[in-house]
């Protein structure tokens, strides 16, 4: 699907590019390279993907009810559950993570791709007592810097081990 000339796919052109970059970076890591940390106690390069897309998937599919069907088996990547309950984590393969990225992305692109101007001050109700109503605007802004923060911390611990990070 090609988006409209006033869609926010065209507004936010340059976050799939970035997304092109977690795949290239993530892809070819072995177990021991996506286990590496800045330190001890800090998520490893592989809990951070996996974080980044369970993120995603929780946003699209509880708030703004996206992708049912799709995000379903990422909601609980990083651990996440709804009882408040950590569960513990598969060390999921490269592989793996290059395809959460990618099916994830896959439904945001084709929101963006669908959603207009006019869909950025649509509000939401909050998805859990306590919480505030959002706008479609708040979301993306914060999936946007969320993938932004983690990816640069798997690029900084990535570079610094001397294996090749996002390329900006």
Not at 14 to 25: A, H, R
Not at 102 to 114: H, I, N, P
Request: proline residues 5%; negative net charge; charged residues 25%.
């Amino acid at each position: 699907m090609t988006a409209s000339p006033n869609s926010l796919a065209e507004i936010y052109r340059g976050w799939d590019l970035y997304q092109k970059q977690l795949v290239t970076i993530i892809e070819p890591l072995t177990a021991e390279q996506l286990d590496l940390r800045a330190g001890p106690g800090l998520r490893s390069v592989r809990e951070k993907m996996a974080h980044v897309i369970a993120v995603r998937a929780r946003w699209l599919l509880l708030d703004l009810k996206e992708g049912a069907g799709e995000m379903e088996p990422y909601l609980g990547w990083d651990g996440w559950s709804e009882d408040g309950v950590r569960q513990e984590l598969p060390a999921r393969s490269a592989a793996e993570l290059v395809s959460g990225l990618q099916a994830t992305w896959s439904v945001l692109q084709r929101c963006l791709e669908r959603w207009t101007t006019d869909d950025l001050n649509d509000v939401f109700p909050p998805a859990y007592p306590g919480e505030e109503s959002f706008t479609r605007q708040y979301v993306i802004w914060h999936l946007i810097e969320h993938d932004l923060h983690h990816g640069g911390e798997a690029s900084i611990v990535l570079g610094a081990h001397g294996i090749p990070a996002l390329a900006l």
